[in-house]
């Protein structure tokens, strides 16, 4: 054997070896990145499994939350109730005439509106229920305010989810509270209509303009209702508009006004005991001629009720004044001077043993106060002032009084008109 071809031998044997040997460490190393490779898809590949999973899972979650949703879909109607009047052959009939209306009202609702399922109706009447109770009477529409009591009475309970709201006295209060309620049922997935009832009222056309306005869903789902014929600024929007004439009167509400010199209607109210045997009607001063001025009055007595009949008190009624003003909470003008009370709730005292000086007193004490009405009011138990009796000399004599020009002797009034309350 040649030494030198063994050599050369040999190195080509460790030259193939070295690269051999280096072949190996990097497919171990190689195998290695594989291996942490693989290692870390298996995590994603379970990471991705469980996300499928809960895909799945929130899947059914969200077919089952639409179907309990489904199952709660309602329209609402939101009326204005002080302008928007129930037919008068509906409202004289009182409980039996609200039930019908309520009736009629669903029906006719659910057969226009409703295309798929059978949403619940809800139905919202927002009213200053005393005052409109008296207006009503005022117009002729009812005989007396408990036929409108009755009325509401019945429309409440003709069948689960209609509501007559009694928002009570102030400016704007039902107004406020319809545009709170249209706000949170636009806004409510389940609501699938809100139905408005306020076409005499400009007031809710700028609210309606920004839903219009608006780039959402919303728009889709407002509905006006027609009672009185729209007022002049909703010709500018685009909403659905509906009308049943058979439930909602087309006349507009208007406190009428007595003609000069026509005398009003006299009625004695049956005031039971130990309530005053010959009390007032407070109506009646709508005609009557107010009191003379008199120069003096005896040092023990004084001047009060201005508006009422009862002028001059002794001093047991001045005690009895006093004794009213005091009483905590005060007595129900209503149950002791007229003999009875339709509010519900009422807020004031039906409790109190109270003699006939006492009530007298409450006659003279609410008779200073301005019947909103004033010379239109024919309601002959109003106990309010018709007119001003706080003449001296042939002045008014009361600062800032409420009664209005026409309710004070020529020439006595001194001061600006006041702003009337009913509009």
Partial sequence: MDPEDST???????????????????LLEENKK????????RVIHNSMVATCREYEQLQLKFKEAERLLSNNQYIVVLVDGDGMIFAEELLVRGKSGGAEAGRLLIQALTELLVAEGTPEVHVMVFVNMYKLANVLQLSGRVKEPKVFKDFAKGFIQAKEHLYFIDVGDGKEMVDSRIRAELNFHLQNYNCQKVVLGASHDNGYVRILNSIQSSATPDESKVCLLEGPPFASEFQSLEFETLKFSHIFDSRKLETPRLPPGLPVPSRPVDVPNPYPQNPVSYA???VAPPPPATASRPANTAQVGLGSRINIITPQQKAAMTKIKSLQPPPCNDHYILGQCWKEPCHFSHKYNLAQ?????????V?????????????ENCYRGHYCSAIRDGKCVRPNCPFLESEHPDGAYTGPPPTRLWR
């Fill in 8 to 26: 050369r031998r040999l190195e080509s044997l460790k030259k193939v070896s070295k690269d051999s040997i280096e072949f190996v460490q990097e």
């Fill in 34 to 41: 594989l291996g942490k490779n693989l290692a870390d898809m």
């Fill in 284 to 286: 009646g001063a709508v």
């Fill in 357 to 365: 000086v006492d009530i007298q007193a409450m006659q003279s004490r």
């Fill in 367 to 379: 008779g200073a106060t301005r019947c909103e009405f004033g010379e239109a009011c024919r309601n």
